[in-house]
């Protein structure tokens, strides 16, 4: 096979096309020399957008509008379930209502430091700069942000920022942005420009020429396998924290289209940066499919304490207040229950493994909010989160008004993903990759309301820009299914799906994507060693080997098939999850949601080094069978200086 | 705990169903129903046999992608709760189960207990949105929106599209989830420039696709897991019918009839 091999396998670090200029320049200026297509052209350009939650949806109508042809594609039943709709807290902006200080620089430098200093200035600029767009955008399709009594927008503090930049709908936000993008991919759906293909899912990415041409699918309800030619591919797929089994991901998120692209080719970046969100719901049972997400806004108001004696198995109540060990007020006096999720996600792990865990199994800690509803009464918090409230009582049975909640932390989204430069294209021409699937804007962590920000940003302000740049030089080309490239692709993806039904094994595909989430979550969760990462590795690769010879799929394949579909995100899952290892192995420091026991700082806190990890890790696959190639994008500060995380 | 269950077993679209008893044994109290359901499957795939076929993706209750009759009751016995956020907890070892797919004639069965809801997308392609290309909005603050407005049309808004009130009502209506989103955009000043059209757009789109009348029964708001008001369903009747009498037109917004 000729015509699908790997591009730019001479090339060692791609080149991310970042402008020269003033950081508050790039974009600008950016944008003044990106080349047009002639809006009577647009029309003669197909454009397959893959995933249709806030980035997808969003570049999906916003091309649409434009006058591009475009194919829409999701797994879920219609485009509106996509996992964004379940992001709680809200979206930043520095639109500065509050008059409290707030600027895009802020917002800029707020983002770069909560990521570590391991993510792209000009990238982070351009999102702060979009910031403000977006609200705007949002505002007028009507989303119904909350409301001072003036009629004007209100805004809130979140995830110990210290302006309030927030805009939020309730506990929904993400329901409402996402509803506002659906909306607007609906409207261009019945005016023909964009054809949607729900139920449907990417099974393999087409490299010609060393450019991604377009996809193979599979019907999940006829089990049709079919091919899209598109002179662009737009990945935007979210993130793969599903890795971990657990996680407060849908129960089908997952990483196969990117890993698929990756396989062809595309580089992934920093997999290891992994964040671990410190407030959801304790396990409570092996049964347990997935773990809920309690917004970090009830760090605004509740306290978090563990009992100070281990061996306390007294109810909350009656542990008396000075035999309760408020750590975070105690390790982190100025930011207490607010310091970043990473910091909050590595001691509540640190307390509990130490024996001093909530509850009758220790497996959280306590978030109470009994000063709280002293201070301002309880209905001035159930106006705050009643909802959140209700639905702890719905999963756990408990009262949170009544007994402190239990809380611990949960793999809650994923800052690696595919390399993309400026343009938001992936090293293979062609390939765009946006929102959480691609790894550029959150370095090592995330900070709180901003994985909405860059969904948006990418879908409604950069892709509508920047994916004319790469057409430009293809007009009068037509796509074509009928080439070797799509033949062998269609090949590819039929002759798994017949190795999946062929098997003759025991076991069920969700049975080992538990025992893998274990084993990610045991070595490469909050805290990682060397040595346990290299152990991680091992049962990886011995676990893999049982799964492709020991696996159970009834049914055929010209059918719905949940399991024959479970199948195939599992063996992707299995790939990422030792590529994830190998990286938090390669990556010698402690930075943002990446702590490695080893670096450190005598307190205890994250140990940087950037002199020699100031880089993005991009991994090139190699065949099956050989280790991947890692190639290093150097990161340059110069605008802010890269300093140690301090929220004591 | 243990149960029995009878599932509505049904193979494709054009295939006869049948209700298969299963039983679903040692349950724990805490697990959600999905949860029970995904052991049950587990035992069935261990048996070799296929698993029971059920839509569902965040598992907390927003995504809008499960929901079955459980005894007659869409989404269960629970007030303002999906089938995902159902604990084992509400019920007690020894209860015999009945579970079937919503029941609709614009809902088809797809198989099992997942059902083809794209009529709600067709409904919302007649009108469902505010026409505003990415890029020509107005700053943010410029139009200032009393709060009862909003938040009124935020509780409009929260619907997740999931289908019960369709499924609970005798007539299989549609009329709580169009006027959820005819009152969502048509209480909003963003919305007004289109609010004829998207009343009378929608209202034709929702007769198109075979969705029955609305007969006041009130049991969509009964089984919303979002609590939606049928007081919305007088708000949409109230545009409809203005809309008519002000002589609008749907305009172009027509998207084709039937389920597919």
């Not at chain 1, 699908?4 to 944008?31: C, F, M, R, Y």
């Not at chain 1, 759906?189 to 991604?212: N, Y």
């Not at chain 2, 009393?146 to 299989?172: H, L, M, R, W, Y």
């Amino acid at each position: 096979m000729t015509s699908t091999t790997t591009p730019n396998s001479a090339a060692t670090v791609p080149d991310a096309k970042i402008p020269p200029g003033p950081i508050d320049q790039k974009w600008l200026e950016h944008k003044n020399h990106l080349k047009l297509v002639n809006p009577n052209n647009k029309r003669k350009f197909e454009v397959l957008v893959v995933g249709s939650g806030l980035a997808g949806a969003s570049a999906a109508a916003s091309l649409a509008e434009l006058g591009y042809e475009v194919k829409c594609f999701c797994f879920q039943d219609t485009p509106r379930r996509a996992h964004s709709i379940a992001a709680q807290g809200g979206i930043n902006a520095a639109k500065n209502y509050r008059n409290d200080g707030d600027s895009i620089f802020r917002l800029f430098y707020d983002t770069v430091k909560g990521g570590d200093f391991r993510s792209r200035e000009a990238n982070v600029h351009r999102l702060a700069e979009l910031s403000v767009n977006i609200i705007d955008q949002c505002v007028a399709q009507g989303v119904p942000f909350a409301r001072e009594y003036s009629g004007l927008l209100d805004n809130r503090s979140f995830g110990g920022a210290q302006v309030a930049r927030t805009f939020y709908a309730r506990g929904q936000t993400g329901q409402q942005l996402l509803l506002g993008a659906y909306q607007a991919l609906e409207r261009q759906i019945a005016a023909g420009k964009v054809k949607m293909f729900p139920r449907t899912e990417m099974l393999d990415l087409v490299v010609e020429d060393g450019r991604a041409t377009g996809i193979v699918t599979r019907d999940l309800i006829t089990g049709r396998i079919d091919s899209h030619a598109g002179h662009a591919v737009v990945l935007a797929t979210g993130g793969y924290s599903n890795v971990f089994y657990l996680s407060t991901n849908a129960k089908g998120s997952n990483v196969t289209a990117i890993w698929r692209a990756h396989k062809r080719g595309a580089y992934f970046a920093n997999p290891c940066f992994t964040q671990i969100h410190p407030t959801c719901i304790p396990t409570s049972g092996d049964y347990q499919s997935k773990l809920t997400l309690m917004s970090e806004s009830l760090r605004n108001d509740g306290r978090i304490w563990v009992p100070k004696d281990p061996s306390d198995v007294r109810s909350p109540d009656r542990i008396p207040e000075g035999e309760r060990d408020y750590y975070l007020e105690r390790k982190y006096p100025s930011f207490g229950n607010l310091v970043p999720r990473d910091v909050a996600a590595r001691t509540a792990t640190s307390t509990t493994d130490d024996g001093r865990g909530a509850g009758a199994q220790k497996n959280g800690v306590y978030l109470d909010f009994s000063d709280a509803i002293r201070r301002v009464g309880e209905k001035a918090i159930e106006e705050r989160y009643g909802n959140l409230f209700e639905m702890y009582d719905k999963i756990t049975g408990e009262n949170p008004y009544k007994v402190p909640m239990r809380i611990y932390p949960a793999p809650h989204y994923t800052m690696g993903g595919l390399w993309v430069d400026y343009n938001l294209m992936s090293n293979v021409p062609g390939l765009f990759v946006l929102g959480e699937a691609n790894f550029s804007d959150h370095g090592a962590n995330r900070l709180g309301a901003s994985a909405l920000m860059q969904g948006l940003a990418d879908g409604y302000f950069v892709i509508p820009y920047t994916i004319g740049d790469y057409l430009s030089s293809f007009l009068g080309k037509p796509v074509t299914t009928e080439s070797e490239g799509f033949r062998e692709a269609r090949a590819n993806v039929e002759g798994q799906i017949e190795r999946f039904l062929t098997g003759q094994g025991k076991r069920t595909a969700d049975s080992y994507h538990r025992e893998l989430g274990k084993i990610v979550w045991d070595h490469c969760g909050i805290l990682r060693t060397a040595a346990g990462l290299a152990t991680a590795r091992t049962k990886i690769q011995a676990l893999q080997q049982e799964f492709e010879q020991d696996l159970r799929i009834p049914g055929g394949a010209a059918q719905v098939n949940q399991e024959l579909e479970r199948a195939g995100r599992v063996a992707d899952f299995f790939g990422l999850a030792d590529l994830m290892c190998r990286d938090a192995l390669e990556r010698n420091e402690s930075c943002g949601g990446h702590f490695r026991e080893e670096y450190q700082t005598p307190e205890g806190e994250a140990k940087r080094d950037d002199e020699n990890f100031s880089y993005g890790a991009l991994w090139e696959w190699n065949d099956a069978g050989h280790e991947s190639t890692l190639h290093k994008e150097p990161l340059v500060f110069e605008t802010v200086s890269p300093s140690q995380r301090s929220y004591k | 705990m243990d149960l029995t269950l009878h599932v509505w077993r049904q193979g494709g679209p054009d295939q006869p169903g049948r209700m298969e008893r299963y039983e679903a044994k040692g349950i724990n109290e805490h697990s959600s129903f999905l949860e029970m359901l995904d052991v049950v499957n587990e035992g069935l795939i261990g048996a070799g046999q296929e698993p029971i076929a059920f839509d569902h993706d965040c598992r907390e209750g927003i995504c809008g992608s499960c929901g079955f009759m459980i005894n007659g009751h869409a989404h269960g016995p629970l007030p303002h709760t999906t089938v995902c956020q159902l604990h084992m907890r509400h019920f007690k070892s020894g209860d015999e189960l009945y579970l079937e797919p919503w029941r609709s004639k614009a809902f088809p069965v797809v198989k099992d207990l997942m059902v083809n809801r794209s009529a709600f997308d067709r409904i919302i392609q007649a009108g469902g949105f505010i026409s505003i290309p990415t890029g020509s909005a107005p700053e943010a603050n410029l139009i200032p929106v009393p709060k009862e407005e909003s938040d009124q049309a935020f509780d409009a808004a929260t619907c997740i599209g999931c289908g019960a009130c369709v499924a609970q009502c005798p007539n299989g209506a549609a009329q709580l989830f169009t006027s959820a989103k005819v009152s969502h955009l048509g209480l909003l000043p963003q919305g007004q420039p289109e609010r004829d059209r998207r009343a009378l757009g929608m209202v034709e789109a929702m007769e198109a696709q075979g969705f029955g009348a609305c007969s006041n029964y009130a049991e969509c708001e009964a089984v919303c897991p979002k609590g939606i008001s049928i007081d919305f369903i007088a708000r949409l009747n109230r545009d409809f019918l203005g809309a008519k009498l002000a002589g609008a037109s749907s305009g172009e917004a027509k998207v084709k009839g039937g389920a597919g």
